[in-house]
Every structure is written in structure tokens, then in C-alpha cells.
């Protein structure tokens, strides 16, 4: 994880194709680490998530919530530029920085196939994509959510993650 967002918030200019590949791997890794401590480190994951100011722990939670949405979604239903819309570089430039690319707003998508509870879990998760991630720099969503994962993983078998 360390090396993908490190990476990624690193990058001066990529071209479009490693930027989104860069971010896809992000995603992947971030929301794994965090499932992962989720999973088999919940009190203290739980801990340092509740010690947060009531704000701050919404922000973290639906941080988190937004990229697992884009996870599950990204690859089968939708593809890195539905969500990812690159910096324009300006005059004479060919790339942007990746980490100012931004998260773009997407249509809610169609849940009818799913069960009511899927839908609802579905649901939830595209709103917290739309309230932390839509309209944000990849770059600060990334650093926001590595920073709470270091904290939560400190101490445990995951600090080198």
C-alpha cells in the first residue's frame, strides 16, 4: 500500500494511462489494508476510529466507503475515467500531477437486480463517494485514508504494509 500511494502522491507527470493505472492500484490497496485491520485488528481499529472528533470520523468513514464503492465497481462496471477526471495540464503541457486529479461525480447507479440489503449497503457507499470523494484531488483522498491506516496500524503485524 505504502508503495502505490507513495507513488502516486509522488508523481510529478504521468501520462493518462499510468495515472489511472496508478490510482486503480491505490484503491485496491487502500481499501484491502483497511479491510484487512477491519478484520482481524477491530479493537483497535475501532479504538483510533473513535477517538477521532465526531466530524473527523464521518470524513474517515465515508472516505473509506466512497473507495470501496469505486473498487467494486471499477473493472466491471465502470472503468478508471468513469471516476477519475485527469487535471488539464495546460498550454504546452502534455501531463498533470495525478494526485490534483480529481474524483469525479457519478450518476447513482442502477441497483435493481440486487436485494434490498445489497442495494441499501450499494446505496450508502456511493453516497459517501459522492459527499468525500466527488469534486476531490485523488491525492488528498489517498493521503487522508493512508494516514488514519497508519495510525491504526501502528503496533500491529501490518506496519509494513
Not at 485488528?41 to 473513535?50: A, M, Q, T, V
Not at 466512497?66 to 473498487?71: A, D, E, I, S, T
Not at 497508519?150 to 506496519?159: F, I, Y
Request: glycine share 6%; charged share 20%; aromatic share 10%.
Amino acid at each position: 500500500m505504502r508503495e502505490s500511494t507513495d507513488r502516486l502522491l509522488r508523481a510529478g507527470t504521468w501520462d493518462r494511462a499510468h495515472g489511472f493505472a496508478a490510482i486503480s492500484e491505490a484503491v485496491w490497496w487502500v481499501t484491502m489494508v483497511d479491510a484487512t485491520l477491519m478484520r482481524y485488528h477491530p479493537d483497535r481499529y475501532g479504538n483510533i476510529l473513535s477517538r477521532q472528533p465526531p466530524a473527523r470520523r464521518r470524513v474517515i468513514e465515508d472516505t473509506f466507503a466512497g473507495l470501496r464503492f469505486v473498487r467494486n465497481r471499477m473493472g466491471y462496471d465502470a472503468d478508471p475515467e468513469d471516476f477519475i477526471q485527469p487535471l488539464d495540464p495546460g498550454p504546452g503541457a502534455t501531463t498533470s500531477c495525478i494526485a490534483a486529479w480529481t474524483w469525479k461525480p457519478v450518476r447513482e447507479p442502477a441497483l435493481t437486480s440486487l436485494t434490498p440489503g445489497a442495494r441499501e449497503w450499494e446505496l450508502a457507499r456511493y453516497q459517501a463517494y459522492q459527499a468525500q470523494l466527488a469534486g476531490r484531488p485523488a491525492g488528498e483522498t489517498f493521503g487522508q485514508a493512508v494516514a488514519f491506516l497508519h495510525l491504526a496500524a501502528e503496533n500491529s503485524s501490518l506496519t509494513h504494509t
